[in-house]
């Protein structure tokens, strides 16, 4: 029944609620609910009229981990082979594919911000939103009762590094018996908390994101972007903003207004009365429910970026315009293997415009055997590196794997360092 009950309807409802809860798109009218409860107004901190200056001057690059709700059989959401697609997969677009296209879409978002639309906020020249995604990992699971999801759900139990990174679980509407969605794309998702530097629980940041999986297999396939402004707007309570429309933001240049969808949309509130009958009224604020989602005020940036030097420091990977590479390889076989295919999946890898494999051979301690080095590089995001087809390892010996890799920008080398033995003895 809440599944598709605008959201118009459901604001008085959901303020009575003291759920930790984040949207749902309703299938008709495209709008975005968020069940985040409003902070009582006493413990939003009000800015300080004198400020430090902040440190940072570049992006602030937050790491996200996304992870992806399986049915206990593997099916129903992208894997780690296809889209998941019950009767056609398309193994042209994995999770790691989807992943890594929602993160890219949702910084796309970051790169811009528009005029605020409703005053005081409309007056003032837009500052750059310097916040950008950093995908830190891509995982799967199978788990029938998280996968699909309702306001309560708690996947907390999967999260990863979560001291350090925000984890984004993919949740998805439930499947009929042919393993189609038994209803239409939802939009939205649960954010568990909106972070304050001085209260406690600024770690194990997570938020489900509904329904991305239901929309790619609709008949109107829903593109990876469509959830961009959705995730970026629960990573917005996750790093410390609440919504703007009910006039609790703390900030006074993203005050209440009305809640619109759009222009006209909706047309009148429950008593008829004209409700989003001027463009000033049409928030596109990223804190509120509208078709845009884009924009921040300076006084919202300002409290992003105190908590991200604050209490969420450690979720900062880095201050730098360059979005930093991360390697993330694995070996998909045991660490002790019988065979000498050595395959390097390297899907979880981001933002790198190049990479560099090296393989030595160690001893038993892991000291390099000089004489054994091999390396090959590739001016190329790194794949599923088939390593044994380029270098000839032997049974019975133990080798370093290392992977290197960066952006063309000019950020950091990221590397990643495995040891692995072929045969026993070792
Ligand atoms: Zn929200």
Not at 65 to 92: E, K, L, R, S
Not at 197 to 224: D, E, F, H
Not at 250 to 275: I, K, M, Q, S
Request: proline share 8%; aromatic share 10%.
């Amino acid at each position: 029944m809440t599944l598709f009950t605008p959201p118009y309807f459901r604001i008085k409802k959901l303020a009575a609620l003291v759920l930790l809860a984040c949207g749902s798109l309703a299938a008709a009218a495209q709008e975005i609910t968020c069940s985040t409860p409003p902070t009582p107004a006493d413990l939003i901190p009000s800015e300080p009229a004198i400020a430090p200056p902040l440190i940072c001057s570049q992006t602030y690059n937050v790491r996200v981990n996304i992870h992806f709700m399986q049915t206990a059989d593997g099916t129903g959401n992208f894997d780690q082979f296809n889209d998941g697609h019950p009767d056609n997969p398309d193994p042209g677009v994995t999770g790691y594919d989807y992943a890594e296209a929602l993160v890219w879409a949702a910084n796309g978002q970051m790169d811009i911000n528009p005029p605020l639309t409703v005053a005081p906020g409309s007056s003032l020249t837009p500052l750059p939103k310097r916040i950008r995604l950093l995908l830190n990992g891509v995982y799967f699971h199978r788990n029938d009762a998280l996968r699909n999801y309702d306001d309560l759900m708690n996947p907390s139990a999967y999260i990863i590094d979560g001291h350090n990174t925000i984890n984004v679980f993919i949740t998805e509407v439930p499947l009929d018996n042919q393993g189609y969605p038994l209803v239409g794309p939802r939009k939205g998702g649960v954010a568990k908390q909106v972070s304050y530097c001085g209260m406690t629980g600024n770690s194990n940041l997570w938020t489900c994101i509904v329904s991305p999986w239901t929309g790619w297999v609709a008949p109107v396939r829903r593109q990876a972007w469509e959830y961009a402004s959705v995730l970026n707007h629960e990573v917005g309570h996750l790093l410390g903003l609440e919504h703007t429309w009910y006039g609790a933001s703390g900030c006074a240049d993203a005050p209440a207004n009305a809640n619109c969808w759009n222009l006209n949309e909706p047309p009148v509130d429950r008593t008829g009365v004209p409700r989003c009958d001027a463009a000033a009224k049409v928030s596109n604020n990223m804190m509120d429910y509208n078709a845009q989602q884009k924009s921040l005020s300076p006084c919202q940036l300002n409290k992003l970026y105190r908590n991200l030097e604050g209490c969420l420091a450690n979720f900062v990977h880095s201050c730098s315009n360059c979005m930093p590479a991360l390697i993330r390889y694995s070996l998909p076989h045991p660490k002790v293997r019988t065979t000498t295919n050595i395959v390097l999946d390297g899907r979880a890898s981001f933002a790198e415009q190049w990479f560099k494999m090296e393989v030595d051979r160690v001893d038993s301690q892991n000291q390099i055997i000089a004489g054994t080095h091999f390396e090959v590089s590739h001016w190329r995001a790194m794949a599923v590196e088939n390593l044994s087809s380029q270098y000839p390892f032997l049974a019975g010996n133990r080798y370093r794997i290392r992977v290197t890799g960066a952006a063309s920008c000019g950020g950091p080398v990221a590397e990643q360092i495995d040891y692995t033995s072929i045969g026993t003895g070792f």
